[in-house]
């Protein structure tokens, strides 16, 4: 028997198109696997080796719960300097992966009737989050023509709205929001005593645009929770390791909750994350610029066989609409059926992406090459 609590959230759709391709796999089909957000490089040897160390000097008891010293200094410097948010020692909670963060977050700000606002499409895990926090998700439409930027939406700002989540770069559509759309969320959350939840993760992924913390624009410093984390830029996704920022009080709400559940992030895993910060940073430069040429190959295919997909500026997904085919969930059926080409229905990610589908290019270039002709086999 499960909580009521349990009931409101459905099963991640991308976990479970994900796993449907892995059963494919291990059963012996050749499938390409487009639908989970990971990464496909190694975690640097450099972070590799910090971890390692640190074990075998014997960090593997306890560490405190807001995170080592250590690391939470180096997180306050990368967030001064490279975001332009005033943040101290103090002020930074380590937690294990950026996704416990923003649970945290939803459980320690929202109340059963609160309103959260969520820009339509958006990651599955923010609407679940708010839902296990006995919230209501108010969906916020966006322009795809624009880039899936939302446009005029005070009007669905109502007195029970909490708070705003912005998520730029962003997933699913690789959507990049530019200065005036943060100033116009910024003031209207000024403008209602809103917070706003900015998850950055993404945020080292980008091409040819600029990445702007929203918590660094005037009056939002103490009302914007920052999110980031280490398993994109860092291909460190199976080690669990994000942070967040928060004023002061929400802070204090957060580490509550981590302490009483999870402890903390597994402490040599954080000097690992240590040395991501302090160490060379040439390999995420490669693994973005590797991540262009992919998604230049892959948007360019696409469109060519009347997919409709304007290129992302940033993270590693397309967002395809192939209306022309179908709706998202025929097609990805279909292309799991007939190519062995696992994508995500974006109806997954709100009732926005009903048409779309989701494509990681977290792949080698020879396997989205070889995903284009099976598509093009499918579809001609």
Known sequence: ????????????????????ATRMIKEGTDVINFSLGEPDFNTPKNICDAAAKAMYEGKTHYAPSGGIPELRAAIAEKLRTENNLDV?????????????????????VLDDGDQALLFNPSWVTYDACIRFAGAETVWVPTVPEKGFIPDNFEEYITDKTKLIVVNSPGNPTGGVFGKKTLHCIADLAIDHDLIVVSDEIYEKIIY???HISIGSLDGMQERTIT???FSKAYAMTGWRLGYLTAPPEILKLLLKIQSHSV?????????????????????????VDRFKVRRDVL?????????????PDGAFYAFANVSEYGNGTQVAERLLKEAQVAVTPGIAFGSSGEDFVRISYATSIDRIREALERLEKVFS
Do not use: H
């Not at 028997?1 to 449907?20: C, G, H, P, Q, W």
């Not at 909670?93 to 977050?105: C, D, N």
């Not at 302090?278 to 995420?284: C, N, R, T």
């Not at 948007?299 to 290129?311: A, P, Q, R, S």
């Open 227 to 229: 999110v980031n984390g």
């Open 263 to 287: 402890s903390s992030a597994t402490t040599f895993v954080q000097y690992g994350g240590l040395e991501a910060l302090q160490g060379p940073q040439d390999s995420v430069k490669a693994m």
């Open 299 to 311: 948007i360019d295919g696409l469109n060519k066989m009347g997919f409709e997909c304007k290129k």
């Open 88 to 108: 101290t020692e103090a002020g930074v909670l380590v937690t294990p992966g950026a996704k416990q963060g923003i649970f945290e977050v939803m459980m320690g």
């Open 1 to 20: 028997m499960s909580s009521a609590r349990l009931k409101r959230v459905e099963e991640s759709a991308t976990i479970r198109i994900s796993n449907i």
């Open 208 to 210: 040819d645009r600029e």
